[in-house]
């Protein structure tokens, strides 16, 4: 029988900010310091605004590898309580030192003067004391937070934590794909109209414009169109996530996109724990869908006036949907 249960790295977005951080910071100090060196081999005097940069940029690397590796923990749970893992330290909380813990919710997640609300499990301790485990950095979250919800309920009522895997707690990422026929109500707008539609499509535009001034050129050839083509689709795709809408029928909620016309994801309404409507840095106002067993997901939808959100929170809260408005 399953004892305890480990969390796993969320690879896909850990690793990509690893690499800009050594690799932006890094190499641009990296770049100020060999020219320091090779002006001071060369008899130059060196500015020391050059010095400061330098220093500026490799403490700010420093701290950013610090603030990782000791804010984002390894998670263990097991019988007996809950461990947090860094490379620094390690810190385990016995079941008996947590009062209760908030499965979602967004909490400020700060770095250095800025702040940012996420998406984060806390566990609030005896003391008062609150600990972050942040979603987004665990690929196997879902299940975390499966097991603490069933953690909940036994300390809620004095139960036996050591009975705390007792049943399966596999879970499965996947949305299982539905051929839906019902009719339903449509919340969107006109997505040509929005920010990143005036931007998608004047882009589009250049770009096509751009081609084919190259094609007609003597020399132009196919390259030109080998080469500009994948930016085209890198923009419409960029573009396209910011224009999900979305259909609500009798037994379904159905995202879709004018752009991925081909896709759509379906939630059975049964299935839909709560939403949050959230305005992320730099996007869209979104809709996040998190699932009985804590599968979430996030959908930008900028076409969506002020009036049309409401409408559809209305209708979720009708449909007994717990509705997280964080951006009105």
């Known amino acids: ?19 800009m951080a050594v690799g932006i910071l890094g190499g641009i100090g990296t770049k100020f310091l060999v020219d320091i060196i090779v002006g001071l ?19 700010f690397l420093i701290y950013s590898m610090y603030y990782f590796l000791t804010r ?15 490379l620094f330290k390690s810190t385990f909380y016995p079941w008996h030192t947590i009062r209760y813990i908030e499965l979602t919710g967004k909490q400020s997640n700060k770095f250095l003067f800025m702040s940012s609300p996420t998406e984060a499990t806390t566990i609030v301790l005896e003391d008062e004391r609150k600990v972050f485990l942040w979603a987004d950095l665990y690929r196997n979250m879902p299940v975390l937070r499966t097991v603490l919800e069933r953690a909940n309920y036994l300390l809620a009522r004095n139960g036996d934590l050591e009975n705390l895997f007792d049943g399966s707690v596999n879970g499965n990422n996947r949305l299982q794909e539905r051929d839906v026929r019902e009719e339903g109500v449509v919340y969107s707008g006109n997505h040509l109209l929005t920010i990143h539609g005036i931007v998608g499509v004047a882009v589009l535009i250049f770009m096509v414009y751009f081609m084919g001034e190259a094609v007609a050129r003597p020399n132009g050839s196919v390259t030109s169109i080998l080469l500009i083509l994948p930016i085209i689709v890198m923009m419409v795709g960029v573009t396209s996530l910011q224009m999900n809408y979305f259909v609500i029928t009798q037994h379904y909620l159905i995202i879709k996109n004018p752009i991925r016309f081909w896709k759509r994801k379906v939630y059975a309404i049964k299935d839909i724990r709560e939403v949050v409507v959230e305005t992320p840095h730099r996007r869209s106002t979104s809709l996040r869908v998190i699932m009985y067993d804590f599968r979430d997901n996030l959908y930008s939808a900028g076409s969506l006036r002020f009036s049309t959100w409401k409408m559809l929170m209305h209708e979720l809260e009708a449909r007994q949907i717990v509705v997280r408005n964080e951006s009105f």
Do not use: D, E
């Open 1 to 19: 029988m399953q004892t305890a249960i480990k969390s796993k790295w969320n690879i896909w977005l850990i690793l990509p900010v690893l690499l």
């Open 41 to 59: 081999k060369k008899g130059n005097s060196v500015a020391g605004s050059s010095f400061f940069v330098l220093l500026l940029l490799y403490s």
């Open 72 to 86: 984002f923990p390894s998670i263990t749970i097991s019988g007996k309580g809950i461990r947090l893992s860094t």
